[in-house]
């Protein structure tokens, strides 16, 4: 099969042919048809991740959309020609989706949405598991509460529209040129340029602060989370590595929640549960209420240094993916 190397940090991806996987028990053969790029693909390119624990040389790749080849023994959930997606390697020593093949574990794997493209499909995985993770298995979002996210880019654009289908109003903080977008999505937008913490909290709930904060930017983002929760709420961070006063969080008796969405790749503990949420970003995808933004322009082998590029120099529209050629 077709593969891209990373031999060595900080240099080329290198592409050179590989012995195709064949799939053990409980895995099937994915035929890769797209592969998304994540910020951290970048981290680990550059040696900046060991908690990736992702050893060279590699293959990168965390986000699958494809049609399952073979099946490994034991496997009844999917057969050969199913369209599915899933976050299953690129991680943790597990091949990654920058090949033509991958084995896979089944309970990393959902259907693929009927409505998505695979393009769109290899959009979903990891964005949308943090989201979920964040505002329905820690936060357990409810139906009018004010959620508040802190940016909106690949999680944050998500998790705005699972909030949103859960019947939330919701509320997003991000720079000016993100209002159409956020708006778009039928959530307020908030300019952290123009407006203090104080004052959106103020503007939009009274003083009272909001039920839920997701913060996706970590840093000052986690501060400013602390003091924009209400009284027995809930924040929750999926970059929340710093060190931070825990004083606003206590005064209000609210609770703190760490989101670490390679978990259960990296221990084999939880795997099914990521396809349980995989299937019902399929639920939400198929009933109009989860649209990824992925950027119109494609790549491929040959141009995905220029894919890499583009997350690097923050000029990419949307979630940057990778057409896999047979």
């Known amino acids: 099969m077709d593969a891209l190397v990373l031999n060595e940090t900080n240099t080329d991806l290198v592409r050179t042919t590989a012995v195709r996987p064949e799939p053990a028990s409980g895995e099937v053969l994915l035929r890769v048809k797209a592969s998304g790029v994540n910020p951290l693909d970048l981290k680990i390119k550059s040696g900046q991740a060991p908690h990736a624990r992702h050893p060279l040389p590699a293959i990168l790749g965390m986000d699958v959309a494809g049609v399952v080849e073979a099946v490994g023994p034991g496997v009844t959930a999917f057969k050969p020609q199913d369209e599915v997606f899933g976050m299953t390697g690129g991680v943790g020593g597990l091949q990654g989706s920058l090949a033509t093949y991958v084995a896979a574990d089944v309970e990393l794997l959902a259907p693929k949405p009927s409505n998505l493209t695979m393009r769109e499909a290899a959009a979903l ?19 009018r ?7 909106a880019g690949g999680v944050g654009h998500v998790a705005i529209q699972i909030a949103r289908a859960f019947g939330a109003e919701v509320f997003a903080v991000d720079k000016a040129s993100k209002q159409s977008q956020i708006e778009e999505l039928c959530a307020t937008a908030i ?3 123009q407006t203090t913490v104080e004052e959106y909290v ?8 909001f039920d839920i904060v997701y913060d996706t930017v970590g840093g000052a983002g986690i501060d400013a989370a602390f003091n924009a929760v209400a009284r027995f709420g809930h924040v929750v961070s999926c970059l929340g590595w710093g ?5 606003p969080l206590s005064f209000r008796a609210a609770s703190y929640s760490g989101v670490f969405t390679l978990l259960p790749i990296l221990t084999g503990e939880g795997r099914a549960h990521h396809g349980h949420i995989l299937r019902e970003a399929k639920r939400l995808a198929e009933a109009g209420k989860i649209t990824p933004l992925v950027d119109p322009r494609r790549f491929s082998f040959e141009t995905v240094a220029e894919a890499y590029a583009k997350i690097e120099n923050r000029t990419a529209k949307g979630k940057i993916i990778i057409d896999v050629a047979d």
Not at 129 to 137: C, F, K, S
Not at 145 to 151: A, E, F, I, N
Not at 202 to 209: A, F, Q
């Open 125 to 143: 995985p990891l964005i949308f598991i943090t989201a979920w993770e964040g505002l329905v298995d820690r936060a357990q979002v409810q139906a």
């Open 191 to 193: 300019d952290r340029h």
């Open 202 to 209: 103020k503007d939009h709930t009274g003083g009272r602060g």
């Open 243 to 247: 060190t931070h006063s825990l004083g």
């Open 145 to 151: 509460q004010k959620v508040l996210v802190l940016g």
